[in-house]
């Protein structure tokens, strides 16, 4: 596992290097491309309230996520025409699509939670990742899901998020 910080030319750079090797650059939405912290809602144990999330996942509410400066990361993988996947555990929806669209982020696909979908975070991601041909490099805020991912035989690149 690679630990980076929100520095989209250092984190470009290895997903350019481990594409040229054969590998899927992965990005994370929240924490690693938005900062979707003023709709996020948790439980007395820390964790995520999922209930609370997704009535708080309107097209309104998912508008106003920030973009993080690794966005730029994104743009350089476009610019460089490298192809790149999106895997999140948010409630893949409409707006959604949109926020990602609307600030030139262009997957070749997305992963994401649909309907009542509760697996945790790291399940979910890992299911997904081991559907595609090449091995994943995920870019990621956290651990957990990065290691499920190592355990498809992927890479991982640690971007330490404080907002959730």
Do not use: W
Not at 56 to 67: C, G, S, V
Not at 109 to 135: C, M, N, V, W
């Amino acid at each position: 596992m690679i630990e980076a910080s929100q520095n989209p030319d250092l984190v470009a750079s290895e997903l350019l290097r481990y594409a040229k090797r054969g590998y899927m650059p992965v990005f994370d939405i929240d924490g690693v491309l938005f900062d979707a912290t003023h709709r996020q809602a948790t439980l007395p144990d820390g964790s995520l309230n999922l209930e609370k999330y997704r009535e708080l996942a309107t097209p309104e509410n998912i508008a106003k996520d920030r973009p993080l400066p690794l966005i730029g990361a994104a743009h350089a993988l476009n610019v460089a025409g490298v192809d790149y996947l999106v895997c999140t555990a948010r409630l893949l929806c409409d707006g959604t699509r949109k926020l990602l669209a609307d600030h030139g982020v262009k997957p070749v696909h997305i992963f994401g939670r649909s309907g009542e979908d509760g697996r945790k975070d790291y399940i979910l991601k890992a299911e997904a990742l081991k559907t595609i041909q090449r091995p994943p490099i995920s870019v990621d805020d956290n651990i957990a899901n990065l290691e499920a991912i190592a355990g498809i035989g992927g890479m991982g690149i640690h971007i330490p998020f404080c907002g959730h």
